[in-house]
């Protein structure tokens, strides 16, 4: 089922205004994710979405169908809810049938998909039981059987597994996307939680103040943000921001990061880049970003590299990162004071260290300073 | 070793419990001494030294049930109480789900104005509702002081529901809704479930106060509807006092919220705590 979000605009009052213009073509079968921080209007979306908070103004359609002033209860929609909101009172069987029972499915029917998805999600043992005897994660495997029973026309899950520990949040991910792919119902999906973004979903829309800043795939997003509020929020540790200008230089387009005093970054654009640039963009002032992993360390100066010497080493089992000072200031950094770039935990490098890096050569974001978004 | 730390607490314990079962005491003795009363003679009640030890006689019971034909009587108190109990919580419950959940313009307002009602002494509006009660020839009816109970409660039941409402999540709420629930299913389902005990306790203070009201019913009833607490006040008669039908019919009066604070107090206790421990 396909879910069409038209020129979604919410309001509370006059003056906060959650979700702006917001346009979304959710695929049938698809697992898409509202990704953004707190106050963004992920969850008010998801909300308008269930029905649980009416649209101030556009249009949402499910499956095709106008379901804009249509009830939730109508909309055929399941939702998970960060707190579960399992009945208290009602047991893990009750808790699973009652949407069934409300549709007035014949018992045996009722009885035959509590006990298949029971079994499925391996909460069978625990059918009788209330929701106040079981664990964390089996009230969490009870919420999405609520869900899954009723195979309904979109799944939406508001940060669902927020309240799990790490190692069961872990596990119940790769779950939800096994089942994901066993079920392929439509899963809009909301969390703060980059990674869990970029490991469930089919896409990601990042939002940030009530608008949606980019749709896309997972390594779309983290490898081309669409703006520097993309880029900063998707990829941990995040990335490096550097103020950079264009140059150019004979026959080609280079970016320049300038140190006072120290020797400062000089990166010639790709091809591609530089007819793109040189075609649509005005200003030469721009924010250059460049992802820890792809900020390549090397132990000697050559024209170009940017010169840096390491703060300290965090250790992070199969990669380490390297913290870096510039030694002409740190005023060129935007959003730190300091620069990362991953390091091989085999090849360990000492604090205070000089060193000089680069850029992996496709591998650099460049957004307008004024506006943030993604140029080139 | 580990019953040294409670060794410690213990003359505490005991000046505490000791404390305790006397204030009990005091609490329960007219208790005590009222079914004592009422298990007396006339001669025996009259006895200048009170006694403790008599044989005890059912004569009094069957004075109140034969002469003041007490059994008509206890059954309109139990109509009365139980409708006005009845009534009270399903138009309360309704309301108090309405300005709980569903964006009431001044909902909060609404609801303190409603509990200053209560603040009226009924006494100041007695008389106007016997006029126009007797214009709608509604006194001396159940009708009448149902009503009139059902008014002078909703307010109080209505703010009490609506306190143990705000503490259930709305996710709930949603979550309902979504499984297809209108509102009257969420709250006969979902909401008065997980409310019980509060909706227990909204519903005996309801009782309590309908069993024992006396001024309106001394007032509206004269015969066919008269209730238990006016008869009681009938065996204070101008020369005597009845005191041997004093004390059986306080006994029956106390009988039924004994038996219903008894039944209900897990309830209770869990009803007056509800919220105060997330």
């Known amino acids: 089922m396909t879910v069409v979000l038209t020129d979604i605009t919410k309001a509370y009052g006059t003056q906060h205004v959650a979700v702006k213009d917001l346009d979304l073509d959710i695929k049938d079968g698809e697992f898409f994710t509202l990704l953004g921080p707190s106050g963004c209007g992920k969850t008010t979306t998801l909300r308008m979405i269930a029905g649980l908070e009416q649209v101030t103004n556009g249009t949402i359609a499910i499956h095709g169908r106008d379901v804009t002033h249509v009830p939730a209860r109508l909309r055929d929609v399941a939702m998970v809810f960060q707190s579960y909101a399992l009945y208290p009172h009602m047991t893990v069987h009750e808790n699973l049938a009652l949407n069934l029972k409300v549709k007035g499915l014949p018992k045996a029917e009722v009885e035959q998909r509590v006990q298949q998805v029971a079994t499925m999600l391996r909460i069978d043992q625990v059918l009788k039981r209330k929701p106040g005897q079981l664990s964390g994660g089996q009230r969490q495997r009870v919420a999405l059987g609520r869900a899954i029973v009723r195979r309904p026309n979109v799944f939406l899950m508001d940060e669902p597994l927020s309240n799990l520990d790490l190692k069961l949040r872990e596990e119940t991910r790769t779950e939800l996307k096994k089942l994901h792919e066993d079920l392929r119902i439509t899963t809009v999906y909301v969390t703060h939680d980059q990674s869990e973004a970029l490991v469930l979903s089919d896409r990601i829309g990042v939002m940030n103040d009530g608008r949606l800043l980019q749709v896309g795939g997972p390594h779309e997003v983290y490898s081309r943000p669409a703006d520097v509020f993309v880029a900063r929020f998707i990829g941990s540790p995040s990335i490096n921001l550097l103020e950079a200008r264009l140059h150019r230089d004979g026959d080609g387009l280079w970016v320049d990061v300038s140190v006072p005093g120290g020797a400062g970054l000089r990166h010639r654009l790709p091809d591609a880049t530089a007819r793109a640039l040189s075609n649509g963009h005005a200003h030469d002032a721009l924010t250059l970003g460049i992802r820890p992993e792809d900020f390549l360390i090397r132990r000697s100066s050559a024209p170009g590299r940017l010169a840096a010497s390491v703060d300290f080493i965090q250790p992070m089992g199969a990669i380490s990162y390297a913290i870096l000072r510039l030694p002409g200031g740190d005023a060129v950094i935007r959003e730190r004071d300091h620069l990362i770039a991953a390091t091989d935990p085999d090849d360990p490098i000492e604090r205070g260290t000089q060193v000089w890096l680069e850029p992996r050569s496709d591998r650099i974001c460049l957004f307008d300073q004024q506006t943030g978004r993604a140029v080139g | 070793m580990t019953t040294a730390p409670s060794a410690g607490l213990r003359p505490a314990r005991v000046i505490v419990n000791t404390l305790t079962v006397g204030l009990v005491l005091v609490w329960l003795f007219p208790i005590y001494w009222i079914f004592l009363t009422s298990l007396k003679t006339p001669k025996e009640i009259n006895k200048k030294t009170p006694t403790l030890l008599f044989e005890p006689t059912l004569e009094n019971y069957r004075h109140l049930f034969d002469e003041f034909h007490f059994a008509r009587i206890l059954k309109n108190s139990t109509i009365i109480v139980g409708l006005t109990t009845a009534i009270v919580m399903v138009l309360a419950l309704l309301a108090a789900y309405a300005l709980a959940r569903m964006n009431v313009p001044g909902g909060k307002h609404i609801a303190l104005w409603m509990l200053s009602l209560r603040f009226m002494p009924p006494i100041a509006v007695v008389i106007p509702f016997f006029i126009t009660w ?145």
């Open chain 2, 134 to 278: 007797q214009k709608l020839h509604l006194t001396d009816t159940h009708l009448g002081l149902v009503l009139i109970y059902v008014a002078f409660n909703l307010p109080f039941a209505i703010w009490m529901l609506r306190g143990f409402l705000v503490e259930v999540p709305r996710d709930l709420d949603e979550a309902a809704t979504l499984d297809g629930l209108g509102h009257l299913a969420i709250i006969r389902k979902i909401i008065l479930p997980v409310i019980a005990p509060g909706a227990a306790v909204t519903a005996i203070f309801t009782f309590v106060f309908a069993w024992n009201e006396y001024l309106m019913a001394l007032v509206l009833t004269s015969h066919e509807a008269t209730t238990v607490p006016v008869t009681v006040s009938k065996f204070i008669q101008a020369y005597s006092i009845l005191w041997g039908d004093v004390g059986a019919s306080a006994v029956i009066e106390l009988a039924p919220m004994l038996v219903v604070v008894f039944l209900l107090q897990r309830h209770i206790m869990r009803g007056i705590t509800l919220g105060a421990v997330k």
